[in-house]
């Protein structure tokens, strides 16, 4: 069966300090993979989605980027963090046809 | 942009009323889906509806798409404690794509 892992699952980090986030899928080749934003209580903002290794499509101009470097691999990252960037972040994959599968998310706060 | 607005925002009901939460649109959506998402998890699928005018039905959760598929509504009968989450709906666009609601939070009291 199909699983995706993502951490650390709540982080506190200073503003203009680095981030990394990381999510893993297993179970499947080749998924959707996406990162999305979430404002407490409120939905869900895409940030970025992948179709395949190196291929990054990025919703809204910001401070983050995203990476592919393996096919199961995501990850979201950000040179120096502002205090906009607090909310908490879902990564999810799906495959052709399916609905999305979310992590548990990180919740980031910037100090 | 693709925007979906959901109304109410927030609903606070009590034990065994009935409720209806909508999902509206100006963009047409190739499918729309519903998900309810507890604190600190993602979000869950609750059901997929493809064809305009679609009605579907989870137990006491009714699903309809609109004819012209930009709008959707959600509605719960004899609502339980249970029910309480976050309800968001997301339209997917571009097959590879899902923009998801504003949310509509729901709290049912015993």
Same mark, same amino acid.
Not at chain 1, 4 to 9: G, K, L
Not at chain 1, 16 to 21: A, D, I, V
Not at chain 1, 49 to 72: C, F, H, K, M, T
Not at chain 2, 29 to 44: A, D, I, M, T
């Given at each position: ?17 680095? &981030?990394?986030?990381? /999510? ?39 401070? &983050? ?10 990850? &979201? ?13 879902? /990564? ?20 | 942009?693709? *925007? ?27 499918? *729309? ?11 869950? %699928? ?14 006491? %959760? ?25 309800? *968001? ?22």
């Amino acid at each position: 069966s199909q699983t995706i892992h993502q951490w650390p699952a709540t982080l506190v980090q200073p503003v203009g300090s680095p &981030l990394s986030l990381e /999510c893993t899928v297993e179970g499947t080749s080749n998924p959707n993979l996406y990162w999305y934003r979430q404002a407490a209580g409120r939905g869900l903002q895409l940030l970025f989605y992948s179709v395949g290794i190196g291929q990054i499509s990025s919703e809204v101009p910001q401070n &983050l980027s995203a990476s592919r470097p393996q096919d199961r691999q995501f990850i &979201l990252s950000s040179k120096k963090l502002l205090l906009s960037d607090s909310g908490f972040y879902l /990564c999810a994959w799906s495959a052709l046809g399916s609905p999305l599968h979310f992590g548990n998310g990180t919740r980031l706060t910037v100090t | 942009t693709q *925007l979906l607005e959901q109304s109410p925002q927030f609903l606070s009901i009590q034990e065994g009323e009935n409720l209806t939460v909508y999902c509206n649109s100006s963009s047409v959506f190739s499918s *729309l889906q519903w998900y309810r998402q507890e604190p600190g998890e993602g979000p869950v %699928l609750l059901v997929t509806v493809v064809t305009g005018g679609e009605v579907k039905k989870l137990k006491r %959760l009714t699903f309809q798409f609109g004819d012209a598929r930009k709008d959707s509504s959600l509605h719960i009968t004899a609502a339980q404690p249970g029910d309480t989450g976050l309800y *968001l709906c997301a339209g997917v666009w571009n097959t590879d794509k899902l923009i998801f609601g504003t949310g509509t939070r729901l709290q049912v009291f015993p």
